[in-house]
């Protein structure tokens, strides 16, 4: 997932269970025919063999920057093209290349596209326990770079096509698989084929992404989260330019004193608290699962949030504080590169994230406001994408309700805002209902490895996955 780690977004202190602590299928009374359908087909085989293809795919170095994609479009189009699946590479700059995949229906419906990325980010492999690349499984658990972010995915929603093929589904949709290069820097695939192959996406009604982490906590998963909105990343450069000099004059105007005081108002400054009703119906129904006996305070935030002590308890929960307002970080700083010497200049960068709706030229006013200081340049270094949201009343949402109620029958389904950002957005805006669905349960120090060291996943965990995501796309491409 671009631009930070994966957002586990549900991270609480009770004891999370490892993957293999999964609770059993729970099949309901009554099921649409097209689930009946999906449940009919024995998947064991299928969750095997997803093992060992996810452990070949680990194995191809696709580490960002450089990205070197092509070798994994080829390693997927050759996976789907021996399986009768028409599949094309196309190579979107030297070495990097987008896979696409169709598995075709009668029409009836429109397509969905399943989304995936190739590109990794880097590993030390220094700091890992197996090789990063080597797709090792020890002690029941597989290791690898992409193994949560996002190849894991990806290797799950090819074999629910493949599955499809081979057992003959009667499919009313169009299956599109496509993975693309560059998620993790600059979405050079996900632009290139909206800017050259837009026929290819035409029509898609639906899309499924990489999602947010689904955590384990007392051998259950409470909360299964679809992500349906996102934060807009908008960064800025504060920088500060002035006479160089040398340090042991010190001056009350030098870039660096002036730079560091526009940097502290700004790291102190609390952005307005906003309750957007996704953010509200994500509160509320965490706590008709934690919280019961607060359910009417979380469900009335406005009102709510006029408590002093409420107030402070939500914004002090790094979880619960970005759903309510635009935040700030700051990640970067520059100046000189020697201790006695005043650089010329000297500059700041910051990670804003706004909340869905947000105006980022009004924003950026807000921000040169509070540092009041009009000698300090502050310009963005990254355009916003416009974030949108995907609505919850649709086919797809409730064949997300059917699957999990089926496979976890403890889960509450919750929307969720993205605190990180997708590509999800770059579909949302050509007219294509995108989500973020991880069809995995983890433990929080698993889930926690993605961007991290000693990515992993259970293999019983990854096979349970692999029957969720066929489940979902069974669900809503088979004929009713």
């Known amino acids: 997932m671009s631009a930070g780690l994966r957002n586990s977004q549900l991270r609480w202190a009770s004891k999370s269970l490892s993957c293999a602590s999964v609770l059993l299928l729970a099949v309901l009374p009554t099921m649409p025919a097209a689930a009946q ?3 009919q087909i024995d998947l ?9 293809l996810l452990q070949q795919f680990l194995r191809i170095d696709t580490s960002n920057p450089p990205g070197n994609e092509k070798p994994a479009a080829e390693f997927l189009c050759q996976l789907f093209t021996r399986e009768g699946i028409e599949c094309q590479v196309f190579e979107v700059a030297p070495g990097r290349a987008n896979a696409y995949a169709r598995l075709r229906g009668d029409g009836s419906k429109r397509p969905i596209i399943l989304l995936t ?34 190849k894991g995915e990806g290797m799950a929603k090819a074999m629910a096509m493949i599955a499809l093929k081979r057992e003959r589904a009667p499919l009313a949709r169009d299956i599109i698989f496509l993975a693309v290069a560059d998620e993790e820097v600059s979405s050079v695939g996900t632009n290139w084929m909206i800017q050259h192959k837009r026929e290819l996406l035409a029509g ?13 906590e007392g051998g259950e998963v409470p909360l299964w989260g679809v992500d349906v909105a996102e934060k807009m ?9 002035g006479m160089a000099g040398h340090s042991s004059v010190p001056a009350r105007d030098a870039t660096t004193h002036r730079l560091a005081r526009a940097v502290a108002r700004v790291v102190n400054y609390e952005t307005p608290l906003k309750v957007l009703p996704l953010a509200q119906r ?14 009417e305070r979380f469900c009335r935030l406005e009102k709510s949030l006029g408590d002093p002590a409420f107030r402070k308890r939500l914004t002090e929960n790094s979880e619960w504080n970005y759903l309510l307002r635009n935040t700030i970080s700051l990640t970067v700083l520059r100046g000189g590169p020697q201790t006695n010497v005043i650089p010329a200049e000297a500059s700041a960068e910051l990670d804003v994230r706004l909340l869905p709706g947000e105006d980022p030229q009004r924003f950026l006013a807000e921000i040169r406001g509070v540092i009041g200081d009009p000698s300090i340049e502050v310009l963005p270094i990254l355009r916003p994408r416009p974030a949108g949201a995907s609505p919850t009343d649709n086919e797809l949402w409730r064949v997300f309700e059917q699957v999990i109620a ?15 950002s997708t590509e999800s957005p770059m579909y949302r805006q050509v007219g294509i209902a995108s989500y973020g669905f991880y069809p995995f349960a983890c433990s929080e120090a698993e889930a926690d490895t993605a961007h991290g060291t000693n990515e992993r996943i259970s293999v019983e965990a990854y096979r349970r996955g692999v029957r969720v995501m066929h489940d979902v796309v069974a669900g809503i491409a088979i004929r009713p």
């Open 37 to 39: 359908t999906a449940a």
């Open 44 to 52: 064991t085989k299928y969750g095997a063999r997803a093992v060992e």
């Open 204 to 216: 898609a009604e639906y899309l499924i992404n990489e999602g947010s982490a689904n955590v384990i």
């Open 233 to 241: 990343p908008f960064w800025l450069r504060l920088t500060a330019r």
């Open 282 to 295: 994500e509160l509320c129904e965490q706590a008709r699962v934690r919280f019961p006996h607060e359910v």
């Open 117 to 150: 990325h190739t590109d990794v980010v880097t590993a030390e492999a220094q700091q890992w326990s197996v090789p990063p690349f080597s797709g090792e499984i020890r002690d029941g658990v597989l290791y690898g770079r992409g193994a949560q972010d996002t």
């Open 406 to 420: 089926r496979h976890y029958s403890k889960a509450r389904l919750v929307p969720r805002l993205l605190a990180s």
